[in-house]
Every structure is written in C-alpha cells, then in structure tokens.
C-alpha cells in the first residue's frame, strides 16, 4: 500500500509518500519559519496563503521524490485538525481533490495521532498499548496509546504546552526563536542550580501539565537583574529554566507511568514525541525515567517528531488497513481532542484563563 500524506495545520507544509511496509519513499517539509519571523509568532492568514503557495509544488516533489505517479496510490491522508483552520482546509481540500480526481480511499487524519503513531513507523517492535508523551509547540500531552483511534489522555496543559514554554522563555532572554534549541545551547554553559525557579504541579496527583508560573517566574528574574542580562547570566537562567521543564516533565510522566502500569500490566514502552523531544537534557532523563520502570524507550528520530506528512500517511495506512475509511465531506477541525472521553483540564473554559490547544 501507498499513501500519499499531507499535512498543513500549523506553519510547515508537508508531503510524503509512505508505504506499508514502513518505507518512507518521500518525505519533503517546508517550514514558514522566516515568513512568519518578522512578526514575531505564527499569523494564521500568512500561514494559510503560503501553504495554498506552496503546497502544490511539494506534492509533485513527493512524488518526483518517490518515482510515483498519481495512478499508483493506495490512498491519501490529510490532517483535517486541529490546528488553525485556515491553514487546515488549504491541505484538506487538497487531499480531497487529488483523492476525488483519482478515485482513492481517503483518510481525514487526527494530526495527534499522526504524532500518536509515528513511533510505530520508525519501530516495527513497537506493540500497542504504550505510553506516549507529545511535547511539541502546540500540545503537551501524556496517552495511552491502546490501539489505532483507541486513546486514553492522562493529562495536558491547563495553560502552555512545553514548546511554548522554550519560546517564551527564549523570548524574554532575548536570544531568539524558535526558542528551544536556543535555550538547549545557551544552557550548556549554565549553571542550572544558580536560579531557584518552580516547578509548577510537582508532586500533586495527576498527569497534567503547567507552564506559566514558570515563565512568569523567569520574568521576574530578568526583572530583578541589576544590570541587566548578559550571557553568563543567560546561560544560568536558560539552564535554570531548561532543569524546571525537565524535572516537571518527568514527574509528570511518572505518575503517568503509574497509571499506564496499573491499567496495563502487559504495556512494555514508553514513547516521545513533538519537537521538544529534540532536547538532549528531557532525553537523557526520559532514558532514565524508563529505566527506572523497566520499560522499553521509544524515541522517533527527529524528522518524524516534528511536524511532517509521513506520520499522517503513516496513521492513514494505519486507519485505512482497519478500514477506518472517511468520506469526501470530512470536515476541518480548529479543536479535535483525541479522546473524546477526556475531561476538560481544570482551568479550561474559566474566564481569563486559556484552555489547552485541542
Ligand atoms: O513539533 P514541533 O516541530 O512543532 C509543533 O507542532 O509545535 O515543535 C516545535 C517546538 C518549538 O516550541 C521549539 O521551541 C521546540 O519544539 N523545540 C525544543 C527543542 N527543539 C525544538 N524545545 C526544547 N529543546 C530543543 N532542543
Ligand atoms: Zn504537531
């Protein structure tokens, strides 16, 4: 089987071409990154009308990629949500297009369980359930994965997800976005105990997450320099805050563990994914973590834990194998919770407080 995958919800384009035997044969990402740098954060109508631009030549580079033609697919996978509409619908309608032109089996893919799979396609050991933690710019969340559109969320943000976390914190020590890898190199030089910053719900019950106290706190540390920031200071306080972020994970994913274990005495893996992911400290403790609680860690290679087609192609060959087909009137999703089941995270919905991202 052959799957063409898209995926537009937030600020990359993407195309792939996956098969089921897990060779990605195409796997093409162009990131909006500079499009969006002068205004300092994602504009969803410049994301939406550079994805309408863009995305086009991208799928004929798959598929030039992959010495494919139309006539040889299998199917097409899009993300339908959620992410910002605007720039959801420019690679749904596509899809559908390319799926109604071609007459292929269409799947309309939850990005989460593009992110939620993706392990499953860089590890054919990798047996259901598992535990997944997704920590990206847009979502922070700790799953049970017990099998294709079988999700059980544990916890997620009641405020930022832990990517937002990196670029806020990034931002206010002035040294750029995306503000992860930017904190990580500044860090290396620090002295992480030289701040005393919160740990926001460690300790408390529960497997959800908390992000702001934290950056309000670094706020205040800026505050009260004397004379200002410098890069000894910087690297102090981004690897104050680097060790805040991985010791409120980890607890975090503990507790989950506890649960996950309870639930499923058979679960063997602990799973990672999203771009923060790419952070050596969170990995090296995730390692750890694992370890500790005789479980197997599963950490997709990087391409595959930032946002990209192939995981959606991936978890539309997953759908469509269980003839989890959709319809041509599938529609887009800003907000698309994948587990229906899961409460509200305390906090959401209250005035003046933001709930979590899907
Ligand atoms: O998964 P991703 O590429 O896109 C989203 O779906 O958001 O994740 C991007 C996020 C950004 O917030 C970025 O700052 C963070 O991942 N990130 C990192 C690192 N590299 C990227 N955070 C911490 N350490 C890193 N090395
Ligand atoms: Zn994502």
Request: hydrophobic share 45%; aromatic share 4%.
């Amino acid at each position: 089987m052959l799957v063409l995958g898209i995926e537009t919800s937030c600020d990359e384009t993407a195309a792939a071409l996956v098969t089921d035997e897990r060779e990605i044969r195409a796997n093409v990402v162009l990131s909006q990154l500079d499009e969006h740098a002068p205004y300092g954060g994602i504009v969803p109508e410049i994301a939406a009308r550079s994805h309408i631009e863009h995305l086009d030549g991208l799928i004929a580079r798959a598929m030039r990629d992959a010495g494919a033609e139309f006539g040889d697919l299998d199917g097409v996978a899009v993300t339908a949500g959620p992410g910002l509409i605007g720039a959801v619908m420019v690679g749904l309608m596509t899809g559908k297009a390319v799926a109604g032109v071609h007459d292929l089996p269409f799947a309309a893919v939850n990005h989460l369980e593009g992110h939620a799979l993706s392990a499953r396609l860089s590890d054919a050991d990798l047996q259901f359930p598992y535990l997944l933690l997704l920590v990206s710019g847009g979502h922070c969340q700790l799953l049970i994965v017990e099998g294709v559109a079988r999700y059980r969320r544990l916890g997620t943000t009641i405020d930022d997800a832990a990517g937002e976390a990196f670029d806020k914190a990034a931002k206010l020590l002035e040294l750029g976005y995306p503000g992860g890898p930017a904190i990580e190199r500044a860090a290396e030089d620090g002295d992480g105990t030289r701040f005393k910053l919160p740990r926001p719900l460690k300790g408390r019950a529960g497997c959800d997450f908390s992000f702001s106290g934290l950056k309000t706190a670094l706020l205040h540390k800026v505050r009260d320099l004397e004379r200002g920031l410098d890069d000894g200071l910087r690297a102090d306080l981004a690897a104050s805050f680097q060790q805040a972020v991985a010791d409120v994970v980890i607890d975090r994913c503990q507790n989950a563990i506890h649960t996950f274990q309870e639930a499923h005495p058979e679960g063997q893996f602990l799973v990672a994914g999203g771009g923060v992911v790419a952070n050596s400290l969170l990995r090296a403790r995730l390692k750890t973590l694992a370890e500790k609680n005789s479980l197997s860690l599963a950490l997709p290679p990087l391409a595959l834990c930032t946002d990209n087609a192939a995981m959606i192609a991936w978890a539309g060959i997953e759908r469509l194998s269980l003839g989890l087909q959709d319809e041509l009137n599938a529609i887009p999703r800003a907000r698309w919770p994948l587990d229906s089941n899961a409460a509200p995270p305390p906090g959401a919905g209250r005035p003046g407080k933001l709930g979590p991202k899907a």
